[in-house]
């Protein structure tokens, strides 16, 4: 089924101009891109980005981490997108993801793993409004 999905190319790939590798990967995959912007996260937007991780005890590191530069949010577009990029992006631990995957390429921390991915259908939903509400994705 064809489905969308929201990534973001985290600020340690901005960084180390990892950008263009991940878009290359990540279409050589299949992904069709639908909508893509640069954008430097505030940090409300982060908190709210990552508000079901808020008990978590990485959650201010993680806000932090997610505001120290620029950040590419990205929507895609391909058959089964949600669970597909999860396979691509690999473990969120880096040292755990399969040979291959963009964080194991390109990741290097379990904080600072190169790339977010949505992790279900309605997350991917509210995931993708969250950065282009009311776009008219084609
Ligand atoms: P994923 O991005 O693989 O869906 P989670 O949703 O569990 O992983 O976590 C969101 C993000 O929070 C991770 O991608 C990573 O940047 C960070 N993170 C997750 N677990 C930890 C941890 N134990 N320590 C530090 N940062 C973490
Ligand atoms: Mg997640």
Redesign the pocket.
């Known amino acids: 089924m064809i489905e969308r999905t929201l990534t973001i190319i ?1 600020p340690d790939s901005v960084e180390k101009k990892n950008t263009g590798a991940i878009i290359a990967h990540l279409e050589k995959e299949g992904f069709e891109i639908l909508a893509a912007r640069m954008t430097h996260l505030t940090v409300a937007q982060a908190q709210a980005f ?1 508000e ?2 808020k008990e ?3 959650y201010n ?2 806000v932090a ?2 505001t120290s530069g620029p950040v590419w949010p990205m929507c895609l577009q391909r058959d089964d997108a949600i669970a597909y990029l ?1 396979k691509v ?1 690999g ?3 880096p040292a755990e993801a399969e040979p291959g995957t963009i964080r194991a390429l390109y990741g290097e ?5 190169a790339i ?2 949505s ?1 279900s259908p309605d997350n991917a939903a509210k995931e993708i409004a969250f950065f282009f509400p009311g776009a008219d994705l084609v």
């Open positions: 985290k990552y079901v991780h978590r005890p990485f590191d993680l981490y997610m999860r992006m473990a969120t631990n921390s379990i904080e600072r793993n977010h991915g992790d």
